[in-house]
């Protein structure tokens, strides 16, 4: 449950509030901004502060060059 409050504060301290939606509409609009900046730009404390995608294509080099 932690996981998931953890994450619904990031949605709405770090994006949400900051682009201030003012209908239902141009809130669900923001997902596909959101899911871009979580995992694209924002970076991580638990995978060495950097994103996701970094992480990930770091670690597909790696498996290819061992395997």
């Not at 209908?23 to 979580?38: A, G, P, Q, R, V």
């Amino acid at each position: 449950m932690g996981i998931l409050e953890r994450l619904n504060r990031t949605i709405k301290w770090d994006f949400v509030f900051w682009h201030e939606p003012e209908t239902l509409t141009e809130l669900s609009n923001l997902d596909d901004d959101f899911l871009d900046w979580y995992n694209q730009q924002r970076i991580h404390s638990s995978i060495g502060y950097v994103t996701p995608g970094h992480k990930l294509k770091v670690d597909a080099t790696l498996s290819s060059s061992l395997g």
